[in-house]
Protein backbone atom coordinates (compact mmCIF):
# COMPACT_ATOMS: atom_id res chain seq x y z
CA UNK A 1 0.00 0.00 0.00
CA UNK A 2 1.56 3.47 -0.78
CA UNK A 3 1.02 5.65 1.64
CA UNK A 4 0.15 9.80 0.92
CA UNK A 5 3.18 11.42 1.36
CA UNK A 6 1.78 14.29 3.70
CA UNK A 7 -0.25 11.64 5.84
CA UNK A 8 2.90 9.36 5.65
CA UNK A 9 5.41 12.03 6.92
CA UNK A 10 3.34 13.57 9.60
CA UNK A 11 2.61 9.58 11.14
CA UNK A 12 6.45 9.07 11.19
CA UNK A 13 7.39 12.26 12.84
CA UNK A 14 4.65 11.45 15.55
CA UNK A 15 5.85 7.74 15.88
CA UNK A 16 9.51 8.75 16.64
CA UNK A 17 8.34 11.17 19.07
CA UNK A 18 6.68 8.64 20.80
CA UNK A 19 9.37 6.37 20.29
CA UNK A 20 11.36 9.01 22.60
CA UNK A 21 8.47 9.80 24.44
CA UNK A 22 7.32 6.54 25.69
CA UNK A 23 4.30 5.78 26.42
CA UNK A 24 4.07 7.09 30.17
CA UNK A 25 5.05 10.56 28.79
CA UNK A 26 2.15 10.91 26.07
CA UNK A 27 0.17 12.42 28.31
CA UNK A 28 0.02 16.49 27.14
CA UNK A 29 1.61 15.90 23.67
CA UNK A 30 0.35 17.15 21.14
CA UNK A 31 -0.09 14.21 18.73
CA UNK A 32 -2.66 15.28 16.30
CA UNK A 33 -1.89 12.36 13.25
CA UNK A 34 -1.71 9.88 15.56
CA UNK A 35 -5.34 11.38 17.64
CA UNK A 36 -7.37 11.71 14.33
CA UNK A 37 -6.01 8.11 13.08
CA UNK A 38 -7.29 7.05 16.74
CA UNK A 39 -10.83 9.00 16.43
CA UNK A 40 -11.47 7.55 13.07
CA UNK A 41 -9.96 3.47 12.93
CA UNK A 42 -11.35 2.56 16.59
CA UNK A 43 -13.90 3.23 18.57
CA UNK A 44 -14.91 5.35 21.09
CA UNK A 45 -14.37 3.15 24.18
CA UNK A 46 -10.58 3.12 23.51
CA UNK A 47 -10.45 6.65 24.26
CA UNK A 48 -10.58 6.54 28.13
CA UNK A 49 -8.35 8.81 28.89
CA UNK A 50 -5.28 11.32 27.55
CA UNK A 51 -3.29 9.09 25.47
CA UNK A 52 -5.30 5.40 25.92
CA UNK A 53 -7.05 6.55 22.47
CA UNK A 54 -3.32 6.62 20.81
CA UNK A 55 -1.80 3.60 22.53
CA UNK A 56 -4.75 1.41 21.82
CA UNK A 57 -4.23 2.67 18.22
CA UNK A 58 -0.03 1.25 18.04
CA UNK A 59 -0.81 -1.68 19.54
CA UNK A 60 -3.48 -2.71 16.80
CA UNK A 61 -1.23 -1.46 14.26
CA UNK A 62 0.94 -3.15 16.01
CA UNK A 63 -0.39 -6.54 16.60
CA UNK A 64 -0.99 -6.82 12.36
CA UNK A 65 2.69 -6.73 11.86
CA UNK A 66 3.83 -10.14 10.88
CA UNK A 67 4.57 -12.15 13.81
CA UNK A 68 8.17 -12.49 14.22
CA UNK A 69 11.30 -9.67 14.44
CA UNK A 70 9.25 -6.96 12.95
CA UNK A 71 6.32 -7.07 15.41
CA UNK A 72 8.58 -7.45 17.98
CA UNK A 73 11.32 -4.75 17.23
CA UNK A 74 8.11 -2.67 16.79
CA UNK A 75 6.65 -3.58 20.23
CA UNK A 76 10.43 -2.39 21.88
CA UNK A 77 10.92 0.29 19.72
CA UNK A 78 7.68 1.99 21.02
CA UNK A 79 7.46 0.72 24.62
CA UNK A 80 4.32 -1.56 23.99
CA UNK A 81 6.21 -5.11 24.90
CA UNK A 82 4.81 -6.29 28.18
CA UNK A 83 7.12 -4.17 30.87
CA UNK A 84 8.86 -1.88 28.63
CA UNK A 85 5.98 1.19 28.99
CA UNK A 86 8.33 3.04 31.62
CA UNK A 87 12.22 2.20 29.72
CA UNK A 88 13.70 4.98 28.65
CA UNK A 89 14.18 5.36 25.08
CA UNK A 90 17.99 4.58 24.61
CA UNK A 91 17.03 0.57 26.41
CA UNK A 92 14.27 -0.11 24.03
CA UNK A 93 16.35 0.47 20.95
CA UNK A 94 19.23 -1.22 22.00
CA UNK A 95 16.42 -3.89 22.82
CA UNK A 96 14.92 -3.32 19.78
CA UNK A 97 18.46 -3.75 17.50
CA UNK A 98 18.54 -7.31 19.52
CA UNK A 99 15.57 -8.56 17.99
CA UNK A 100 17.58 -7.72 14.89
CA UNK A 101 21.25 -8.68 15.63
CA UNK A 102 22.76 -5.76 14.54
CA UNK A 103 23.98 -2.76 16.74
CA UNK A 104 22.46 -0.17 18.22
CA UNK A 105 23.47 2.77 15.26
CA UNK A 106 22.74 0.45 12.73
CA UNK A 107 19.23 -0.68 13.89
CA UNK A 108 18.71 3.41 14.43
CA UNK A 109 19.74 4.27 10.91
CA UNK A 110 17.92 1.24 8.96
CA UNK A 111 15.77 -1.01 10.89
CA UNK A 112 14.27 1.66 13.17
CA UNK A 113 13.32 3.58 10.26
CA UNK A 114 11.73 0.03 8.33
CA UNK A 115 9.96 -0.81 11.75
CA UNK A 116 8.11 2.81 12.14
CA UNK A 117 7.08 3.06 8.34
CA UNK A 118 5.28 -0.10 8.41
CA UNK A 119 3.77 0.57 11.88
CA UNK A 120 2.54 4.11 9.85
CA UNK A 121 2.13 1.91 6.62
CA UNK A 122 -0.73 -0.15 8.77
CA UNK A 123 -2.27 2.78 10.92
CA UNK A 124 -3.13 4.12 7.03
CA UNK A 125 -5.10 1.22 6.26
CA UNK A 126 -6.74 0.74 10.07
CA UNK A 127 -7.93 4.09 9.10
CA UNK A 128 -9.03 3.42 5.83
CA UNK A 129 -11.11 0.08 6.79
CA UNK A 130 -12.54 2.20 9.93
CA UNK A 131 -13.86 4.98 7.44
CA UNK A 132 -15.47 2.22 5.12
CA UNK A 133 -17.17 0.63 8.02
CA UNK A 134 -18.61 3.51 8.88
CA UNK A 135 -21.89 2.89 6.77
CA UNK A 136 -21.89 -0.66 8.18
CA UNK A 137 -24.94 -1.93 9.18
CA UNK A 138 -25.55 -2.35 13.23
CA UNK A 139 -23.70 -5.73 14.22
CA UNK A 140 -20.65 -6.05 11.92
CA UNK A 141 -17.61 -5.48 13.45
CA UNK A 142 -15.42 -2.76 11.75
CA UNK A 143 -11.65 -1.86 13.16
CA UNK A 144 -13.11 -1.60 16.61
CA UNK A 145 -11.75 -3.69 19.02
CA UNK A 146 -14.41 -3.72 21.39
CA UNK A 147 -18.61 -3.21 21.76
CA UNK A 148 -21.34 -3.14 24.29
CA UNK A 149 -23.71 -5.88 24.04
CA UNK A 150 -27.44 -5.17 25.30
CA UNK A 151 -28.18 -8.07 27.00
CA UNK A 152 -31.47 -9.16 29.61
CA UNK A 153 -31.17 -11.73 32.56
CA UNK A 154 -33.84 -12.78 34.51
CA UNK A 155 -36.05 -10.04 32.76
CA UNK A 156 -33.97 -7.26 33.81
CA UNK A 157 -31.76 -5.07 31.25
CA UNK A 158 -27.78 -5.69 31.51
CA UNK A 159 -24.45 -4.85 29.48
CA UNK A 160 -22.13 -6.80 28.14
CA UNK A 161 -18.23 -5.52 27.03
CA UNK A 162 -17.38 -7.53 24.30
CA UNK A 163 -13.54 -7.45 23.04
CA UNK A 164 -12.12 -8.77 19.91
CA UNK A 165 -8.23 -8.80 20.67
CA UNK A 166 -5.58 -10.88 22.12
CA UNK A 167 -6.05 -11.44 25.96
CA UNK A 168 -2.95 -10.04 27.43
CA UNK A 169 -4.34 -6.90 25.85
CA UNK A 170 -6.87 -6.04 28.01
CA UNK A 171 -6.85 -3.46 30.26
CA UNK A 172 -8.78 -2.26 33.38
CA UNK A 173 -10.06 -5.57 34.16
CA UNK A 174 -10.37 -6.26 37.75
CA UNK A 175 -10.30 -10.03 36.93
CA UNK A 176 -9.61 -12.25 34.00
CA UNK A 177 -10.45 -15.82 34.26
CA UNK A 178 -8.16 -18.23 32.85
CA UNK A 179 -8.96 -21.46 31.66
CA UNK A 180 -6.54 -24.00 32.73
CA UNK A 181 -6.11 -28.19 33.30
CA UNK A 182 -7.33 -29.61 36.28
CA UNK A 183 -3.28 -29.99 36.89
CA UNK A 184 -3.15 -26.41 37.22
CA UNK A 185 -0.19 -27.10 35.34
CA UNK A 186 0.09 -23.79 33.22
CA UNK A 187 1.43 -23.99 29.63
CA UNK A 188 5.23 -22.53 28.49
CA UNK A 189 4.89 -19.20 27.76
CA UNK A 190 5.77 -19.48 24.21
CA UNK A 191 2.64 -21.32 23.76
CA UNK A 192 -0.47 -19.68 22.04
CA UNK A 193 -3.27 -20.21 24.45
CA UNK A 194 -5.44 -17.75 26.36
CA UNK A 195 -3.29 -19.24 29.97
CA UNK A 196 -0.17 -19.09 28.09
CA UNK A 197 -0.32 -15.36 26.93
CA UNK A 198 -1.73 -14.71 30.34
CA UNK A 199 1.34 -16.26 32.08
CA UNK A 200 3.67 -14.58 29.57
CA UNK A 201 2.42 -11.08 30.37
CA UNK A 202 2.57 -11.68 33.76
CA UNK A 203 6.33 -12.41 33.63
CA UNK A 204 8.19 -9.99 35.72
CA UNK A 205 11.29 -9.00 32.95
CA UNK A 206 14.62 -6.92 33.12
CA UNK A 207 15.71 -4.63 31.18
CA UNK A 208 17.13 -7.11 28.83
CA UNK A 209 13.74 -8.75 28.83
CA UNK A 210 14.66 -11.91 30.78
CA UNK A 211 11.88 -13.14 32.71
CA UNK A 212 12.96 -12.80 36.71
CA UNK A 213 9.97 -13.81 38.21
CA UNK A 214 6.52 -16.15 36.81
CA UNK A 215 4.03 -15.26 39.52
CA UNK A 216 1.17 -17.10 37.87
CA UNK A 217 2.91 -20.41 38.07
CA UNK A 218 4.61 -19.68 41.11
CA UNK A 219 1.55 -19.03 42.94
CA UNK A 220 -0.58 -21.43 41.61
CA UNK A 221 1.80 -24.04 42.98
CA UNK A 222 1.75 -22.10 45.94
CA UNK A 223 -2.03 -22.54 46.57
CA UNK A 224 -1.77 -25.72 45.43
CA UNK A 225 0.58 -26.58 48.18
CA UNK A 226 -1.77 -24.72 50.64
CA UNK A 227 -4.96 -26.39 49.79
CA UNK A 228 -3.02 -29.46 50.15
CA UNK A 229 -3.88 -30.98 46.14
CA UNK A 230 -0.13 -30.83 45.30
CA UNK A 231 0.64 -33.36 43.04
CA UNK A 232 -2.49 -34.45 42.25
CA UNK A 233 -5.75 -32.82 40.00
CA UNK A 234 -8.05 -31.01 41.43
CA UNK A 235 -11.91 -31.45 40.78
CA UNK A 236 -13.23 -30.12 37.22
CA UNK A 237 -14.55 -26.68 38.26
CA UNK A 238 -12.69 -25.88 40.94
CA UNK A 239 -10.89 -22.21 40.39
CA UNK A 240 -7.86 -20.61 41.90
CA UNK A 241 -6.75 -17.23 42.25
CA UNK A 242 -3.78 -15.41 42.08
CA UNK A 243 -1.96 -11.88 41.51
CA UNK A 244 -1.59 -10.87 38.01
CA UNK A 245 1.89 -10.03 37.94
CA UNK A 246 3.07 -7.17 35.21
CA UNK A 247 -0.70 -7.50 34.07
CA UNK A 248 -1.23 -5.32 36.86
CA UNK A 249 0.69 -2.54 34.99
CA UNK A 250 -2.40 -2.73 32.60
CA UNK A 251 -4.87 -2.25 35.11
CA UNK A 252 -5.41 -6.32 35.85
CA UNK A 253 -5.37 -7.25 39.43
CA UNK A 254 -6.62 -10.77 39.28
CA UNK A 255 -6.53 -14.24 37.37
CA UNK A 256 -8.92 -16.94 38.24
CA UNK A 257 -7.64 -19.88 37.03
CA UNK A 258 -10.47 -22.09 35.98
CA UNK A 259 -9.64 -25.81 36.00
CA UNK A 260 -11.70 -27.44 33.09
CA UNK A 261 -9.49 -29.51 30.95
CA UNK A 262 -8.94 -33.41 32.07
CA UNK A 263 -5.94 -34.19 30.14
CA UNK A 264 -6.87 -37.49 28.15
CA UNK A 265 -4.55 -40.38 28.93
CA UNK A 266 -1.61 -41.33 26.38
CA UNK A 267 -2.45 -38.36 24.43
CA UNK A 268 -1.89 -34.77 24.32
CA UNK A 269 -5.53 -33.58 24.24
CA UNK A 270 -7.93 -32.85 26.63
CA UNK A 271 -11.87 -33.34 27.51
CA UNK A 272 -14.09 -30.44 28.43
CA UNK A 273 -17.66 -30.79 29.74
CA UNK A 274 -19.89 -27.63 29.80
CA UNK A 275 -20.89 -28.83 32.80
CA UNK A 276 -17.49 -28.06 34.43
CA UNK A 277 -17.50 -24.75 32.26
CA UNK A 278 -20.55 -23.55 34.02
CA UNK A 279 -19.55 -24.66 37.16
CA UNK A 280 -16.31 -22.93 36.67
CA UNK A 281 -17.71 -19.48 35.72
CA UNK A 282 -19.79 -20.24 38.74
CA UNK A 283 -17.51 -20.59 41.25
CA UNK A 284 -15.42 -17.64 39.77
CA UNK A 285 -18.17 -15.17 40.15
CA UNK A 286 -18.55 -16.69 43.83
CA UNK A 287 -14.77 -16.12 44.33
CA UNK A 288 -15.31 -12.81 42.75
CA UNK A 289 -18.05 -11.35 45.34
CA UNK A 290 -15.94 -12.86 48.42
CA UNK A 291 -13.26 -11.01 47.31
CA UNK A 292 -14.75 -7.91 46.02
CA UNK A 293 -14.33 -5.61 49.39
CA UNK A 294 -10.58 -7.08 50.05
CA UNK A 295 -9.26 -4.60 47.52
CA UNK A 296 -8.83 -0.90 47.01
CA UNK A 297 -10.99 0.44 45.29
CA UNK A 298 -13.45 -3.18 45.56
CA UNK A 299 -13.24 -5.60 42.63
CA UNK A 300 -15.91 -5.33 39.82
CA UNK A 301 -14.95 -6.23 36.67
CA UNK A 302 -14.62 -9.70 35.43
CA UNK A 303 -13.80 -11.04 31.75
CA UNK A 304 -14.08 -14.24 30.32
CA UNK A 305 -12.63 -15.65 27.25
CA UNK A 306 -14.56 -18.82 25.91
CA UNK A 307 -13.55 -20.82 27.87
CA UNK A 308 -12.91 -24.60 26.60
CA UNK A 309 -13.33 -23.60 22.68
CA UNK A 310 -9.21 -23.72 22.17
CA UNK A 311 -7.75 -27.39 22.73
CA UNK A 312 -10.86 -28.01 24.93
CA UNK A 313 -12.62 -28.54 21.71
CA UNK A 314 -15.84 -27.39 22.25
CA UNK A 315 -17.49 -25.20 19.46
CA UNK A 316 -17.73 -21.48 20.18
CA UNK A 317 -21.79 -21.85 20.31
CA UNK A 318 -21.49 -24.29 23.49
CA UNK A 319 -18.64 -22.57 25.28
CA UNK A 320 -20.90 -19.52 25.17
CA UNK A 321 -23.95 -21.53 26.12
CA UNK A 322 -22.14 -22.79 29.04
CA UNK A 323 -20.37 -19.43 30.70
CA UNK A 324 -23.51 -17.81 29.82
CA UNK A 325 -25.56 -20.02 32.00
CA UNK A 326 -23.56 -19.41 34.98
CA UNK A 327 -23.61 -15.56 34.24
CA UNK A 328 -27.24 -14.95 33.38
CA UNK A 329 -27.96 -16.88 36.57
CA UNK A 330 -25.94 -13.84 38.66
CA UNK A 331 -26.80 -11.24 36.46
CA UNK A 332 -30.22 -11.72 36.90
CA UNK A 333 -30.21 -11.60 40.44
CA UNK A 334 -28.66 -7.93 40.14
CA UNK A 335 -25.66 -8.34 41.04
CA UNK A 336 -23.27 -5.29 40.64
CA UNK A 337 -20.15 -7.17 38.60
CA UNK A 338 -19.27 -5.34 35.49
CA UNK A 339 -18.96 -8.45 33.14
CA UNK A 340 -16.80 -8.25 29.77
CA UNK A 341 -15.93 -11.03 26.97
CA UNK A 342 -12.66 -11.95 25.01
CA UNK A 343 -12.63 -13.15 21.64
CA UNK A 344 -10.14 -13.61 18.74
CA UNK A 345 -12.27 -13.16 15.51
CA UNK A 346 -15.76 -12.37 14.05
CA UNK A 347 -17.03 -15.79 14.21
CA UNK A 348 -17.16 -16.00 18.32
CA UNK A 349 -17.96 -11.93 18.30
CA UNK A 350 -21.01 -12.80 16.52
CA UNK A 351 -22.28 -15.50 18.68
CA UNK A 352 -21.50 -13.07 21.37
CA UNK A 353 -24.04 -10.61 20.32
CA UNK A 354 -26.57 -12.71 19.48
CA UNK A 355 -26.84 -12.88 23.19
CA UNK A 356 -29.82 -10.58 23.14
CA UNK A 357 -32.17 -12.85 20.44
CA UNK A 358 -31.66 -15.95 22.86
CA UNK A 359 -29.81 -17.46 19.58
Not at 105 to 132: C, P, W, Y
Not at 333 to 355: K, M, N, Q, S, Y
Request: hydrophobic letters at 45%; one cysteine or more.
Amino acid sequence: MALPLSESASLLAELREVRRAGLVRLRGRALPALESAAEKALTATAARSPGASVEALLRLAASRLDAGTLRAAAEYTLGLAQGTRDWPASSRRARAASVYGVSVERFRKDHEVMVLGQVAEHILRLVSQGTEAGGAEEGEWGVGTHRFVQVRAGGRPARLTLHMHPVDLLRDVDVIVSPANVHLALPERYKSSVAASLRRAAAVRGVTGDVRDDPLHDELRTWAARQGTAGRPVLPGTVAATGSGALAGQGVRRIYHAAIAVPRAGTNDYDVLPADVTRAVSRALTLLAEEHDRYTPPLRSVCFPLLGSGRGGLPYRVSLAAVWAAVEAELAREAPWDVHFVVRGAEAAALVERIPAGT
